[in-house]
């Protein structure tokens, strides 16, 4: 006979314990326990037993060079940025999760792929399960895709959809989203870990079976993490994260697992009422709003995957009127930032205990690329010396604890987006430049370590000075 009892799920690591502990037993994370109900007692079903039952042929092993080459396993849409995330377009029969925190857009981003996908005669099935057909078809409106060949269902039990997938066999199949949907089997509330965990499952097994290309969208919770639990991140394919900042406009599509490409590829999209707009070039939104003459203010690449990318980097450094000098970083790494300032503290003198220092990426973009490191130490000397840097002058370099600054990677790229975008003068670490081919109408000048820099700034200051 069937019983209800209670036990407590980790939501770092998925493992089950019978009681409450506040710390988890098997990944040492805290206060990550939470309590699920379940159903013991069932009688278990053995999957090979109930497969010889059902007089499915024995399953064999083979080599890999039996296995045909499938061609065109890829679905392209018509957002190249969208595809390039996805490594060159949407696996076929892949299982692919799109988190991101409330309201970011992950339904107008699916409504999006679906309405934009090449391949026109293929069904398309999207489950609202957080909004009825009638809402998402205004949003369609909204998007202009109220033509679009897509099938609505509006359904939270998942053994329906799973069986509506099954008879209709769709190309793409997109669930939105998986903590609305329900196992009716399982007892405990949708959203909750163990119904989360099993309908991802569920949908797992159908995308591999019937071959059929999922997308499931997840809320973030507030630790960040996608979905609740991180075992969800394991079952899928890929996940892509949605991100963006609420003050600004535009939204960044991240993957964060991929098993068809790589992991470090962004998507820049711009949100506005018409839906979502790739931005291709996103150097030129990012650097929008810079300006000459303002002293702390300076321009860094970094690398986003295959992609360079030119930021503001914005330093303020003021006099400390507490005991404790402050330390504050909004899209770079405050630790890094602090070995930084120790830097420049031991190897150029510049007393930085005593000062208060923020650092800025302007338009909201996080950077961990170690060649903005020369961009933060200039910015933070600029605000510190009320230097103005010149408007054409771009800083490239990790610096090393020494001082010296090291060699950096795809360095060609970096440089040809810079010329691109009209930038003239390009400070970059000697030792990348040996054997890069270097950009025309542009000065590149090799510089070994940060004094070197320091030495010769006189060159690259605005001559409008503050
Ligand atoms: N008429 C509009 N004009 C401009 N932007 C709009 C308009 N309607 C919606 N939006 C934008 O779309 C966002 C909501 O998009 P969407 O519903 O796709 O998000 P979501 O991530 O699916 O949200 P949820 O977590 O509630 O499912 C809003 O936060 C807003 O930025
Ligand atoms: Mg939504």
Not at 123 to 133: D, G, H, K, P, Q
Not at 174 to 202: F, H, K, N
Not at 354 to 364: E, R, Y
Not at 431 to 451: D, M, R, T, Y
């Amino acid at each position: 006979m069937a019983k209800l009892t209670t036990q407590f799920i980790c939501q770092s690591c998925g493992s089950v314990s019978p009681k409450w502990n506040g710390k988890c037993n098997d990944c040492g994370e805290w206060n990550t326990l939470i309590e699920e109900v379940v159903e013991t007692g069932k009688k278990k079903v053995d999957a090979v037993h109930q497969n010889r039952i059902s007089s499915n042929p024995p399953v064999k092993a083979t080599t890999l060079a039996e296995i045909p080459r499938k061609e065109g396993e890829r679905m392209q849409t018509a957002f190249g940025e969208f595809n390039r995330v996805m490594g060159g377009g949407i696996m076929k029969g892949s299982l692919i999760l799109i988190g991101g925190d409330p309201g970011i857009g992950k339904s107008t981003l699916m409504m999006q792929v679906a309405g934009y996908l090449d391949s026109n005669k293929e069904t398309i099935l999207y489950v609202s399960a957080e909004e009825s057909v009638h809402q998402v078809r205004g949003r369609a409106e909204r998007l202009g895709l109220e033509k679009a060949p897509i099938l609505l269902l509006a359904e939270t039990n998942l053994n329906e959809i799973l069986l509506q997938a099954r008879n209709l066999k769709p190309a793409l199949l997109i669930i939105d989203s998986i903590q609305t949907v329900y196992l009716p089997d399982l007892s405990s509330a949708p959203g909750s870990v163990s119904q989360v965990r099993e309908c991802t499952s569920a949908v797992m097994t159908l995308a591999k079976t019937e071959h059929i290309t999922t997308f499931i969208t997840g809320h973030v919770t507030k630790d960040g993490s996608i979905a609740g639990p991180r075992v969800l991140e394991h079952l899928v394919d890929t996940v892509l994260q949605f991100e963006g900042d609420r003050n600004h406009h535009f939204r960044i599509l991240r993957s964060l697992k991929n098993r068809f490409g790589s992991t470090n590829e962004i998507g820049v999209f711009d949100m506005n009422s018409r839906g979502l707009r790739e931005i291709t070039n996103p150097s030129e939104l990012f650097l929008s709003e810079f300006s000459q003459g303002i002293t702390g203010s300076v321009i860094a690449v970094t690398m986003e995957g295959t992609r360079p990318i030119l930021v503001e980097l914005q330093a303020l450094v003021s006099n400390c009127n507490y005991g404790f000098p402050q330390r504050n970083t909004n899209g770079f790494d405050q630790r890094r930032m602090t070995m930084l300032l120790a830097v420049l503290e031991k190897r150029l003198g510049t007393p930085m205990g005593t000062q208060d220092v923020f650092l800025n990426v302007a338009s909201g973009l996080k950077i961990d690329d170690p060649a903005a490191d020369l961009g933060v130490c200039i910015a933070i000397l600029s605000s510190f010396r009320e230097w103005s840097i010149a408007r054409d002058v771009v800083f490239i370099g990790e610096i090393g604890l020494g001082g010296e600054i090291r060699s950096v990677s795809s360095i060609e790229q970096r440089l040809m987006e810079c010329a691109k975008l009209g930038f003239k003068r390009l400070i970059v670490p000697k030792a990348s430049l040996k054997e890069a081919e270097l950009p025309k109408n542009v000065e590149v000048i090799g510089v070994n370590h940060i004094q070197d820099v320091y030495n010769r700034m006189d060159e690259w200051l605005a001559d409008l000075q503050l």
